[in-house]
Antibody
Framework: EVRLVESGGGLVKPGGSLSLSCVAS????????MNWVRQAPGKGLEWVSS????????YYIDSVKGRFTISRDNAKNSLFLQMDSLRAEDTAVYYC????????????WGQGTLVTVSS | DIPLTQSPSSLSASVGDRVTIHCRAS??????LNWYQQKPGKAPKLLIY???GLQSGVPSRFSGSGSGTDFTLTITSLQPEDFGTYYC???????????FGQGTRLEIK
C-alpha cells in the first residue's frame, strides 16, 4: 500500500522558517518525481514545488522561489521542503504528492500538514 | 499560465442523479487534464487522468471527456459518498505550468 506521511507543520512568525518532511512507503520512492501542493484555508489547490526522481531537476512556483527549497533523500524514502522567510500568505495545508510517471498527475497524496504563519 | 475555469461553482443533486461538471481552459491543453475529488479535511483523490482515463479503484460511474479547451466530469447515478469538492487540473511539464480549477462543491440533497 502506498503511503505518504507529512510532518513538520506548525505555527511560525512572519519571517521565520519551517521544515516539512514526507516519508514514503509502499513503492520504489527513488523512481518517482515528487511534489508539494498546498491549500490555503477554505481555498483551492496550488502546486508549490517539484523534484525529479534523481533530485537533478527542481521547480518552484514563482511566489516561493528563493524562499523554499525542495530536496529528497532516496536512501530514507523522504521528501523535504525547507521554508524560509515565511509570509502570512504561505499559511496552508501542505501535501506531498507522488507524480504519476513524470506527468504532473498526482496519483497519491499524504494527509497534509498545516503551516500557519502569524504573529 | 493557462487558467482553468470550472462550472458550476457549486451544485446540489439527489442520489441517482446524473451530474456533470465542466472545466474550460483559456487555451488548448490537448488532453492534459485530470480530475480530483476532495472531501472535507482529507487529501484530494485522483479520479480521472488524461481527460478520460479512469484511475484504478475509482468506480465506473465516474467518467471524463473532452480535449482542447472543454472538459467534462460526469457522475452517473450519484451516490451519497460522492459529496465533496471536485477539481480539474492541467498537467504540464515543466511543472510551473500546472494549474488547478477553482473547484466545484457537490452537495447531496
Amino acid at each position: 500500500e502506498v503511503r505518504l506521511v507529512e510532518s513538520g507543520g506548525g505555527l511560525v512568525k512572519p519571517g521565520g522558517s519551517l521544515s516539512l518532511s514526507c516519508v514514503a512507503s509502499g513503492f520504489t520512492f527513488r523512481t518517482y518525481d515528487m511534489n508539494w501542493v498546498r491549500q490555503a484555508p477554505g481555498k483551492g489547490l496550488e502546486w508549490v514545488s517539484s523534484i525529479s526522481s534523481d533530485a537533478y531537476d527542481v521547480y518552484y512556483i514563482d511566489s516561493v522561489k528563493g524562499r523554499f527549497t525542495i530536496s529528497r533523500d532516496n536512501a530514507k524514502n523522504s521528501l523535504f521542503l525547507q521554508m524560509d522567510s515565511l509570509r502570512a500568505e504561505d499559511t496552508a495545508v501542505y501535501y506531498c504528492a507522488r507524480d504519476y510517471r513524470g506527468s504532473t498527475t498526482f496519483d497519491y497524496w499524504g494527509q497534509g500538514t498545516l503551516v500557519t504563519v502569524s504573529s | 499560465d493557462i487558467p482553468l475555469t470550472q462550472s458550476p461553482s457549486s451544485l446540489s443533486a439527489s442520489v441517482g442523479d446524473r451530474v456533470t461538471i465542466h472545466c474550460r481552459a483559456s487555451h488548448s491543453i490537448d488532453t492534459y487534464l485530470n480530475w480530483y475529488q476532495q472531501k472535507p479535511g482529507k487529501a484530494p483523490k485522483l479520479l480521472i487522468y488524461a481527460a478520460s482515463g479512469l484511475q484504478s479503484g475509482v468506480p465506473s460511474r465516474f467518467s471524463g471527456s473532452g480535449s482542447g479547451t472543454d472538459f467534462t466530469l460526469t457522475i452517473t447515478s450519484l451516490q451519497p459518498e460522492d459529496f465533496g469538492t471536485y477539481y480539474c487540473q492541467r498537467s504540464f511539464s515543466p511543472p510551473q505550468g500546472v494549474t488547478f480549477g477553482q473547484g466545484t462543491r457537490l452537495e447531496i440533497k
